[in-house]
């Protein structure tokens, strides 16, 4: 015996529609988003795991997830902050992680892994101080050096980024060059 | 009153402050800095090592974007379907954490069921109704139920350390019935601490409650001067 189904047509195209537009909507709106804010991403990772690749994996990861909440995002002119905050997040689970693993690995093997081309071009001796120094300051300073050091971002734009007062702002970069200035002291020319 | 003259030393900080804030130095720091030879070198060193820093950290932070990072990400897009607003692992999170309530729910009430039942059966097979022992032996006391519970067969436990309470009947001698309710009272109100009266059910007492009510057999009424011939020859025997 034969089951019989009713089924509307008309209806179900035309919600297959709705969706698909709406899907496409965000992608070409998440597409322009991508274009402008992917190197921040890149950047606040590899200004904190000083490693290209790593960097790429986690801006790459970030910028995933950025699209996956894309949608939820209510104030859109806030998706830079937002990316920002997803990627700083990623990349200080990256560091820990790699830092874990980098201590298990030198166990079995003295080799350390190569650096890459971009990274031993990048390397002079008072980087390779300076990128220490930075590894030991407080998480919420590095971010802040990092992000006021970025072309084209004002202090204003970094208080806005990270939803921070101004003095806020000031006082966190202030510390941290003190303290940058305090490790690297005994290493200047 | 003058103001207390600063040394070198104290400028040195504020020199470095202002280098480190990236900012001019005050009015009074600059004409230190006129006078003073070693703090002007001493804050040129600073500018210097600010200004490295600086330049070391524009390079970190504005790293060129691997040419490979955007085709990457765009592909995953490609690769992963659309996002939406998907109900499903909230609605499973839900219906877990439901199953979840039921379940403790279920079991506790089980449990709770299993030990009223228990009890019933246990006083039902120990304890004889009520009606079964006189009135003037066994007085009604209150007991404690969990202890209730866990009595053995052959004994009946006075407790009274529980705030729950039972019906237990412990049959006492009508001559000791107001003693027991005057320390009975001394428990309940704490004045008399004792934890458990045991008092042992022994087998003849349970058989004596079975026995058929006493009966007296009519006694037969003789007159006095009856008696009183029959035990004269006796009286006069013992005088003789």
């Not at chain 1, 790459?60 to 894309?70: D, V």
């Not at chain 1, 902050?81 to 560091?95: E, G, H, M």
Request: charged letters at 25%; proline letters at 5%; aromatic letters at 4%.
């Amino acid at each position: 015996m034969q089951e019989l189904v009713l089924i509307q047509p008309g209806r179900t195209a035309e919600k297959e529609f709705a969706q698909e537009a709406a899907a496409a909507a965000l992608r070409r709106e998440f597409e322009e988003r991508l274009t402008e804010c992917g190197p921040l991403a890149y950047r606040v990772a590899r200004g904190l795991l000083r490693n290209s690749a790593d960097a790429e994996d986690v801006a790459q990861e970030a910028l995933l997830r950025a699209y996956r909440g894309f949608e939820r995002l209510r104030d859109r002119s806030r998706f830079r902050a937002w990316l920002v905050r997803i990627a700083f997040r990623l990349a200080i689970d990256r560091a820990r992680s790699s830092k874990r693993r980098e201590v298990r690995e030198t166990l079995w093997s003295q080799s350390a892994p190569r650096p890459s081309t971009e990274d031993l071009a990048a390397t002079s001796e008072f980087q390779k101080h300076l990128d220490r120094a930075m590894e030991e300051l407080p998480e919420k300073h590095r971010l802040v050096l990092l992000l006021a050091a970025m072309q084209g971002h004002s202090l204003e734009e970094v208080a806005e980024m990270l939803g921070l007062p101004m003095g806020t702002v000031k006082s966190r970069l202030f510390f941290a060059r003190k303290q940058l200035a305090e490790k690297l002291r005994c290493h200047r020319k | 009153m003058p103001s207390k003259m600063k040394t070198c030393e104290d400028h040195r900080t504020a020199l470095t402050d202002a280098a480190a804030a990236a900012v001019q130095p005050s009015l009074e720091l600059r004409l230190h800095l006129d006078a003073c030879a070693s703090c002007r070198a001493a804050f040129a060193e600073e500018m210097q090592l600010f200004a490295a820093i600086d330049t070391g950290l524009h390079a970190t932070a504005n790293a060129k974007v691997p040419s490979s990072l955007f085709p990457r990400v765009r592909a995953q897009l490609n690769e992963r379907p659309v996002p939406g607003r998907t109900w499903a692992p909230a609605f499973a999170a839900i219906g877990i954490i439901a199953t979840l309530v039921v379940a403790i729910v279920f079991v506790h009430g089980h449990r709770r069921a299993g030990a009223e039942s228990n009890l019933q059966t246990n006083t039902a097979t120990r304890d004889p109704a009520p009606t079964e022992i006189p009135d003037a032996l066994a007085p009604a006391v209150a007991l404690s139920r969990t202890q209730a519970a866990k009595r053995e067969p052959d004994h009946r436990r006075l407790v009274t350390s529980g705030n729950q309470v039972e019906r237990v009947f412990v049959l006492i001698p009508a001559g000791q019935k107001r003693a027991v309710d005057a320390l009975l009272a001394g428990l309940r109100n704490g004045g008399a601490k004792a934890d458990v009266l045991v008092a042992e059910h022994s087998e003849q007492l349970s058989q004596d409650t079975q026995l058929s009510p006493l009966t007296i057999s009519p006694i037969e009424i003789k007159p006095l001067a009856i008696v009183s011939e029959e035990s004269a020859p006796e009286k006069d025997k013992t005088n003789r």
